[in-house]
Nanobody, 124 residues
Framework: QVQLVESGGGLVQAGGSLRLSCAAS????????MGWFRQAPGKEREFVAA????????DYADVVKGRFTISRANAKNTVYLQMNSLKPEDTAFYYC?????????????????WGQGTEVTVSS
């Protein structure tokens, strides 16, 4: 069992930055692919970014590419999402997810473990 705890959300003005963190329990973190997803009010949860277990490969949704950066620190069992140039449309709950195999996919059903989410609000 893996437990994921997100932090770092908050209120920020458009154009600002936030860094989300996701701390994972367990001794096999380094073997998991990790991802970030988000869900805005009234919308479905969507893929944001993902990173392979080694950190060697990343993937981003087109709407965040060039603005968001996913990274991980396996020694700290933590994955990060640096969000720059934030826009009001980035407002959502952001969820961390873990996948017990190393490859990354955008499909939600392939991710086995989920955090409780952290709220990000971007004001215009």
């Amino acid at each position: 069992q893996v437990q994921l705890v997100e932090s770092g959300g908050g209120l920020v003005q458009a154009g600002g930055s936030l860094r989300l963190s996701c701390a994972a329990s367990g001794r096999t973190f380094s073997s998991y692919a990790m991802g970030w997803f988000r869900q805005a009010p009234g919308k479905e949860r969507e893929f944001v970014a993902a990173i392979t277990s080694s950190g060697g490969t990343t993937d981003y949704a087109d709407v965040v590419k060039g603005r968001f950066t996913i990274s991980r620190a396996n020694a700290k069992n933590t994955v990060y999402l640096q969000m720059n140039s934030l826009k009001p449309e980035d407002t959502a709950f952001y969820y961390c997810a873990a996948k017990t195999t190393s490859g990354i996919v955008r499909t939600l059903n392939w991710w086995q473990y989920w955090g409780q989410g952290t709220e990000v609000t971007v004001s215009s």
